[in-house]
């Protein structure tokens, strides 16, 4: 019996590993190797993907507030569907931060503009989030999420992020919305990469609204409850 209940754990654990391991076959492949290679002081600076069997997953949309994201806001909130928003604040205003302003919807800092921080000096990179912050005080809009721009992690990242009070978020399931995956294409690959817990990276200005719903719809068809950002974040992360 001993040995039994001892070949079981094995196989569960075994069965824990494997699933972590292929967790983040959602991921753009370069940039699912560049994670996978930082060191664990920067990686662990960062959220990427619930810890949970539940099917449970979040939506956010980076680069905003632009033109179009007023309609993105209306049928997310037609559909009853939560979401998170990674703003770039140079681009906000006393009007774009206000249609944000509803129990459905979450902020995040993505920055002041959308550089490269690679080719930032810590100074330079230092002064993009003080001016973001500063920006998004103004117009009454609070957060302690930052996603950096293309998701560039640099070394001093971290240290930068939590002077500040910023906890990273990054994601596990990238839409290729950037890439001009449309339709068909791009739900064949949510449901093929989708998992529990994901975080789905989407963009303002790239995603069709009627891809959008239908994302949804599809999302919602596989089991999966569309949830707060903040409902994943009471789990611990699992790390490329």
């Known amino acids: 019996m001993k040995l039994i209940r001892f070949l079981i754990i094995i196989i569960v654990i075994g069965g824990l590993g494997k699933a972590q391991s292929s967790s983040f076959s959602g991921l753009f492949p370069s940039y699912r190797?560049?994670?996978?290679?930082?060191?664990?002081?920067?990686?662990?600076?960062?959220?990427?993907?619930?810890?949970?069997?539940?099917?449970?997953?979040?939506?956010?949309?980076?680069?905003?507030?632009?033109?179009?994201?007023?309609?993105?806001?209306?049928?997310?909130?037609?559909?009853?569907?939560?979401?998170?928003?990674?703003?770039?604040?140079?681009?906000?205003?006393?009007?774009?931060?206000?249609?944000?302003?509803?129990?459905?919807?979450?902020?995040?800092?993505?920055?002041?503009?959308?550089?490269?921080?690679?080719?930032?000096?810590?100074?330079?990179?230092?002064?993009?989030?003080?001016?973001?912050?500063?920006?998004?005080?103004?117009?009454?809009?609070?957060?302690?999420?930052?996603?950096p721009p293309y998701g560039m992690v640099t070394a001093t990242l971290p240290r930068l992020m939590k002077e500040r009070g910023l906890h990273g978020i990054l994601w596990s399931l990238d839409s290729y919305d950037w890439k001009r995956y449309r339709g068909r294409r791009e739900l064949r690959r949510i449901r093929k990469y989708l998992e529990p817990g994901s975080v789905i990276l989407l963009h303002d200005q790239s995603l069709p609204l009627k891809d959008l719903g239908e994302l949804i719809e599809t999302i919602r068809s596989e089991g999966y409850r569309i949830v707060p950002l903040a409902e994943l974040l009471r789990y611990p992360t699992l790390r490329p």
């Open 33 to 147: 190797r560049f994670l996978h290679r930082l060191p664990a002081e920067r990686s662990g600076a960062f959220f990427y993907r619930a810890a949970t069997r539940e099917k449970i997953v979040a939506l956010t949309f980076d680069d905003g507030p632009l033109k179009r994201t007023p309609r993105i806001l209306k049928l997310l909130k037609e559909k009853g569907t939560p979401a998170t928003f990674f703003l770039l604040a140079s681009r906000l205003d006393s009007r774009s931060a206000r249609l944000y302003d509803d129990p459905l919807f979450s902020v995040g800092l993505h920055g002041w503009r959308h550089p490269h921080y690679s080719r930032l000096s810590a100074r330079s990179v230092a002064r993009e989030l003080d001016r973001g912050l500063a920006r998004f005080r103004r117009y009454g809009l609070r957060t302690e999420w930052f996603r």
